[in-house]
């Protein structure tokens, strides 16, 4: 099972928009909506951004959406803030044998 | 509130064993499985399996069968992972993670603060 491809870095400046894409199978990405995003600072344990796509966690900015398209899951960060700068990762279910599978990570910049 | 808090940085050799667990409280420890994700020394995340404490059912990546065993001990709310052998490549910081039961939930909504296992030859 192949870790889900992410570019490795994405930059912007603040208040602009970004987009992570998160490529995968039609075994993972491409068969089930259960696409999760995590945020990790340096030094820090990850944190849950987005489930099941496009959903929010409570206390999660909305800037923070998520989508899907075919075997392609995106995270979208708007008004992008000094605060975003970190590493995100993609997740997906992939089956009841081997369930989960985690993208290669994308090293997010604000200029 | 729930936590998941994690054993302290474990410094061993190769070919040692090691165990280190995964303390949680604020929930019904039975009723969520526990997973552990690995991250190599500047490197992502790996998934390496998933135990449910309610009846012990695991689910290991094909890249850690055989080579890791977790478990729990329910009268402490408390997973485990273990190395019967460690190789050098073991060294990592490793995340215990929380994981809703039922069909669907297929994320993890919170995570220990991370051990860091360094493995010496």
């Known amino acids: 099972q192949s870790a889900l491809t992410q570019p490795a870095s994405v930059s912007g400046s603040p208040g602009q928009s970004i987009t992570i894409s998160c490529t995968g199978t039609?075994?993972?990405?491409?068969?089930?909506?259960?696409v999760s995003w995590y945020q990790q600072h340096p030094g820090k344990a990850p944190k849950l951004m987005i489930y099941?796509?496009?959903n929010r966690p409570s206390g999660v900015s909305n800037r923070f959406s998520g989508s899907k398209s075919g075997n392609t899951a995106s995270l979208t960060i708007s008004g992008l803030q000094a605060e975003d700068e970190a590493d995100y990762y993609c997740?997906?279910?992939?089956?009841?044998?081997?369930?989960?599978?985690f993208g290669t990570g994308t090293k997010v910049t604000v200029l | 509130e729930v936590q998941l808090v994690q054993s302290g940085a474990e410094v061993k050799k190769s070919g040692e064993s090691l165990k280190i667990s995964c303390k949680t409280s604020?929930?019904?420890?039975?009723?969520?499985?526990i997973g552990w994700v690995r991250q190599m020394p500047g490197k992502g995340l790996e998934w390496m399996g998933i135990?449910?404490?309610?009846?012990?059912?695991?689910r290991y990546s094909p890249s850690f069968q055989g080579q890791v065993t977790m478990s729990a001990d329910t009268s402490f709310s408390t997973a485990y992972l273990q190395w019967s052998s460690l190789k050098a490549s073991d060294t990592a910081m490793y995340y215990c993670v929380r994981r809703s039961p039922g069909v669907g939930n297929y994320y993890f909504d919170s995570w220990g603060q991370g051990t860091l296992v360094t493995v010496s030859s």
């Open positions: 135990f449910y404490p309610g009846d012990s059912d695991t």
């Open positions: 039609r075994s993972d990405v491409g068969n089930y909506n259960y």
């Open positions: 604020g929930y019904s420890f039975t009723t969520y499985w």
């Open positions: 099941d796509v496009s």
């Open positions: 997740c997906s279910y992939a089956g009841s044998t081997t369930p989960y599978v």
